[in-house]
């Protein structure tokens, strides 16, 4: 079965440095993984995903993600954080054993402070 | 892309009632799926909903208590059946191709049982 494992329940940073969330994932065969972001009381928006391209991913408001099958992670970067970057992030596998369910990460609340 | 509509959005219901939520899609999805968020919560799959046919349910899940239904490629149901408190959580609906490239998902139902 797939899975995947979100490293940190919460993620501070100052505006303006760098944004690191850690996602490993488990997938007997080469997986679709995806990062979705959830902003409060708004729904699910998909900020990048890949599937089997390239291995450095670009999404929207400059993420981006590395998928390293030596490590068996799919960690979520952004270079400058803004504050409207303050939000719930979600590493997620595609089932492909089983109708392509996804399957969500526990989440990572990333803060910005000011 | 696909855009998911759901209704209601929110909705404050009486415990031993029961609430179904309805799913619209613009557009002919292939696979479309029901998860549940819990407060402070990951997402977690509920079932996927087939079209004419029973849905699948997944462990913990039960077709009495979740009864879905998809009578086409752009439309599905879920019930909360016999509702208690513990069923307070946001109830969302997803919708992809049939490997699920990219998934798009509803704003959820915000349900509140009291």
């Known amino acids: 079965a797939q899975s995947v494992t979100q490293l940190d329940s919460h993620v501070s940073v100052s505006e303006g440095t760098p944004v690191l969330l850690r996602c490993n994932y488990s997938?007997?065969?080469?997986?679709?993984l995806f990062w979705y972001v959830q902003h409060p009381n708004k729904g699910l928006q998909l900020l990048l995903k890949y599937t089997s391209a390239a291995t450095l991913v670009k999404g929207i408001n400059g993420f981006e993600a590395e998928f390293k099958k030596s490590e068996t992670s799919f960690h979520l970067t952004k270079p400058s954080a803004h504050m409207s970057d303050a939000a719930e992030y979600f590493c997620v596998v595609s089932d492909r054993d089983s109708s392509y369910k996804l399957i969500f990460g526990s989440g990572t609340r990333l803060l910005v402070r000011p | 892309s696909a855009v998911i509509s759901q209704k209601p959005s929110r909705d404050i219901c009486q415990r031993g009632t029961s609430l179904t939520i309805q799913c619209q899609v613009d557009s002919q999805v292939t696979m479309m799926f029901w998860y549940r968020q819990q407060p402070g919560q990951s997402l977690t799959l509920i079932a996927t909903?087939?079209?004419?046919?029973?849905?699948?349910?997944e462990s913990g899940f039960v077709i009495d208590k979740f009864p879905i239904s998809r009578p086409n490629l752009t439309f599905s149901t879920l019930t909360v059946s016999n509702m208690s408190p513990e069923d307070s959580s946001i109830y969302l609906c997803s919708g992809g191709d049939r490997k699920v490239t990219e998934a798009f998902f509803g704003q959820g139902t915000r349900l509140t049982v009291v």
């Open positions: 909903a087939n079209q004419g046919s029973e849905a699948t349910y």
């Open positions: 997938s007997s065969y080469s997986p679709s």
